[in-house]
């Protein structure tokens, strides 16, 4: 056995440095092209799926690179995750999302909602729901326009610590929502010990709607989240089969491609300007 793991090593070895090279190298980047304000929040709009009106964007992380393609929030955030770079990244995301809290406000839109993504290692740092209630005090920005997404990988690294900083949260009028509830490794116990708005049903689910195991998996978590007194969004609508599925389950809110992608804030305003002369 020995002699099999030595070989394992030799035989992973330039794989995993060149990896590991190119890891580093992305995180100088990353590192350099955020101080150098390069990166960008885009918004995708949440529908009320009763009137069809916007009641809310989630903020998206975007990282355009100089050629106009932009790299993926999903490789990119696990390495300013592992790298730490995500806590001031993160701090910066809600930043921006007070500001155009403020922008909505001067327009009229006093009621939007923004979403914001946070990541474990933000969660975890000293004094989190202080941090969010100076820079919502900074920016004169009521705490229930802002919503937290957090994934149910927080919830499981420390349940008593967790509890503590929701009810924090809690306690200034912040809205917090499960993301990607149900993709996770998690036990259900923590819905009922936490102070919960909604949860967020992954896209993974509601692609699969169109097969009757999908639907049960759906059905089941629509369910669960009304008798809890939670609401529900369904992220990733693509077709109005989707959309007609889940306003037939009284689903409240959604958000896809059906009714928007993620877009530049500039675009944003255009929209909700066009929508309200509608
Ligand atoms: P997420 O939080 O699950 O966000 C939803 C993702 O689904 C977004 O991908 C969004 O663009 C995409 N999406 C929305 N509607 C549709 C649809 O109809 N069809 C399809 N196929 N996709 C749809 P995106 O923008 O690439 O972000 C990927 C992930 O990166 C996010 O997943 C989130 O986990 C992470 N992320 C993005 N921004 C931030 C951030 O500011 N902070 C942190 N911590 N994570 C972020
Ligand atoms: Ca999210
Ligand atoms: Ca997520
Ligand atoms: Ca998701």
């Not at 990353?30 to 390069?38: E, G, H, I, N, Y």
């Not at 709009?45 to 009763?50: A, F, H, I, Y």
């Not at 509890?163 to 998690?186: M, P, T």
Request: aromatic letters at 10%.
């Amino acid at each position: 056995a020995k002699k099999n793991s030595f070989e394992r090593f030799n035989y992973y070895r330039p794989y995993m440095e060149e990896e590991t090279q190119h890891r580093l190298h992305m995180v100088r980047r990353l590192r350099a092209d955020f101080a150098a304000r390069k990166l960008e929040v885009w918004y995708q709009p949440q529908v009320d799926l009763s009137n069809g009106c916007i009641i809310g964007v989630e903020s998206l992380l975007r990282w355009p690179q100089d050629d106009g393609s932009f790299i993926s929030p999903a490789e990119f955030i696990p390495l300013a995750e592992y790298s730490g770079l995500i806590v001031d990244i993160g701090a910066w995301v809600i930043e921006e999302a007070c500001q155009q809290i403020r922008r909505f406000d001067e327009r009229g839109y006093g009621d939007i909602r923004i979403a914001v993504n946070v990541s474990v290692p933000q969660f975890r740092m000293r004094d989190f729901p202080e941090l969010i209630e100076q820079q919502l005090k900074q920016h004169q920005v009521n705490p229930d326009r802002l919503e937290l997404e957090i994934t149910e990988s927080i919830v499981m690294e420390d349940p008593d610590f967790v509890a503590d900083i929701l009810y924090r949260l809690k306690r200034q009028g912040i809205h917090v929502a499960i993301d990607d509830f149900g993709v996770g490794f998690s036990s259900l116990s923590y819905l009922q010990k936490l102070p919960l708005d909604r949860l967020k049903i992954d896209k993974t689910f509601v692609h699969h709607s169109d097969e009757e195991s999908g639907r049960i998996i759906i059905e089941t978590i629509v369910d669960m989240a009304h008798r809890l007194g939670l609401g529900v969004v369904a992220e990733g609508i693509e077709d109005e089969q989707q959309l007609n599925y889940f306003k037939q389950l009284n689903c409240a809110e959604a958000q896809g491609y059906y009714f928007a992608r993620p877009m530049p804030a500039d675009k944003l305003a255009k929209m909700l300007a066009s929508e309200e002369s509608d």
